[in-house]
């Protein structure tokens, strides 16, 4: 059979075969998914800093109040501190709890 020109007859695994196939599919697949992830970190990006202006846009009253009773851009007011490590600590708690009830469920396995 290989000593005949007329047939054109290469022998390969299943799996090479199959990956030889899938080769082209597989990069295209990625470069697509590559160009999508981009395009959405950037929108992602876009629509955050347009809710940040936004939040800053509707609270200038809010904001001007407290510049004119002294407080600076610079001055970090301590309640907004301890909100947010208020915020971390019970933020934490949650997943704590979560993974904790996550992980009893996952069989074990040497």
Request: proline share 3%.
């Amino acid at each position: 059979m290989e000593s005949d020109p007329r047939l054109t007859i290469e022998a390969k695994r299943e799996t090479v075969y199959y990956r030889d196939q899938s080769e082209m599919m597989a990069k295209f697949l990625r470069i697509l998914g590559i160009t999508l992830t981009i395009i959405f970190s950037l929108g992602a990006m876009i629509g955050a800093t347009i809710t940040m202006y936004a939040a800053v846009a509707n609270r200038t009253g809010e904001i001007g109040t407290l510049r004119s009773l002294g407080f600076s851009a610079e001055k970090k007011h301590p309640s907004r501190f301890s909100s947010g490590i208020h915020a971390a600590r019970l933020h934490r708690r949650w997943v704590g709890l979560f993974l904790l009830r996550f992980f009893n469920f996952l069989p074990y396995r040497r």
